[in-house]
């Protein structure tokens, strides 16, 4: 149930999304996914792509095995998948302006960790190329038994850090990802990168997540003041 956020209580965590959030690797995720369905003899097209942004890996291959059946197993589908996007990680850079968030909020004494709707595989590739000491975890989407946009997976990172969920904050870039924030009961920010997807569950669609208030919603005042 979502918590309106005049009762809220100050955030003690933020739970970042990772593809497209902290890190601009659909473009890489795209080209590797549709090289691999082509090679099925899928022919799938860049705006069939973005319509799946956000959705896991077993949807994505329920909803193309539907349409046509493909000549392999999800498995194999997923780790031709990943084997292709691991061989250019190296070219995945930061999202603008990610990292610096993600210190600011370190210096802020929040605490923080990975919610993601990729594999095992994926998300410790990604955390590497992070390299960022501030996230106490990556959970990724074998780690549940419902990805996004069911509440699951933040309900788990939540729990996990020991923090209430209204105490929590996600970042995401994708409708599906805020969905399971809110669900969860969280303070949920959207940071598209694409102008055309629609954000019926969110708190703030905002262009740059650092211009928010995020003092007050840490009531870091008063808490500098108890200190």
């Not at 933040?154 to 870039?173: F, K, M, N, S, W």
Request: net charge negative; proline share 7%.
């Amino acid at each position: 149930m979502s918590v309106p956020v005049s009762v809220r209580p100050p955030l003690q965590a933020i739970l970042w999304d990772i593809d497209g959030t902290l890190l601009d690797s659909e473009p890489w995720h795209q080209r590797a996914t549709i090289a691999v369905c082509r090679g099925l003899g899928h022919d799938l097209t860049e705006e069939q792509y973005g319509s799946s942004l956000g959705i896991a890996f077993p949807e994505f291959y329920a909803r193309l095995n539907a349409l046509r059946p493909m000549a392999a197993t999800f498995q194999q589908w997923a780790d031709a998948i990943t084997d292709l996007y691991l061989e250019r990680l190296a070219e995945v850079e930061a999202r603008a302006g990610a990292f610096a968030l993600v210190e600011a909020f370190a210096a802020r004494g929040l605490r923080q960790a990975c919610v993601s709707n990729s594999g095992r595989r994926v998300v410790e590739a990604n955390l590497r190329r992070i390299a960022s000491p501030h996230f106490a975890f990556g959970l990724s989407r074998d780690e549940v038994t419902n990805g996004k946009p069911h509440p699951e997976p933040y309900l788990t990172a939540a729990a996990r850090l020991g923090v209430p969920p209204e105490a929590c904050a996600v970042i995401e870039d994708s409708p599906t990802g805020a969905r399971a924030g809110k669900a969860a009961g969280m303070l949920t920010i959207a940071w598209p990168q694409h102008p055309h997807l629609l954000f019926e569950a969110a708190d703030h669609v905002v262009e740059d997540p650092a211009a928010l208030d995020w003092d007050a919603l840490c009531n870091f005042a008063e808490r500098m003041a108890a200190d």
